[in-house]
């Protein structure tokens, strides 16, 4: 098989995490999504990622959940967790501190003291 054929099965690899946020996503199913076996997607996702897979899509949960809780301050983080796979609010702002190294709830404050600043500045 070809480079392109494996950039493909990536690509595809990254559509199928970033439409299945909400679940927990295992190596079976990534594999499966594209036809080929655990084993031999592991050895493709390593050759051609800096990241193992769990990294992967933790790293893509917290990113789109950042843009979430930064745009969305009316939904509660119980509810964001749940929206990006989490099984409560705790395992989230456990990730999600350790991946930003702040709280989801500082993370939002942040937020939105940022927008009111920009804001006050027109």
Do not use: C, W
């Not at 295992?26 to 036809?35: G, K």
């Amino acid at each position: 098989m070809s480079i392109d054929h494996y950039r493909r099965l990536i690509n595809k690899t990254e559509d199928y995490i970033e439409a299945n946020l909400n679940h927990k996503i295992t190596l079976s199913d990534v594999a499966n999504n594209v036809n080929i076996s655990e084993f031999h997607f592991h050895r493709l996702f390593s050759k051609y990622s800096t990241e193992t897979l769990k990294q992967f899509i933790t790293r893509i949960k917290m990113e789109r959940s950042a843009i979430f809780l930064a745009l969305n301050s009316e939904i509660s983080i119980t509810e964001i967790a749940f929206k990006y796979g989490y099984s409560s609010s705790s395992n989230y702002n456990k990730a999600f501190k350790k991946h930003y190294s702040i709280s989801p709830t500082e993370f939002r404050k942040e937020q939105e003291r940022k927008r009111t600043n920009i804001l006050a500045d027109v």
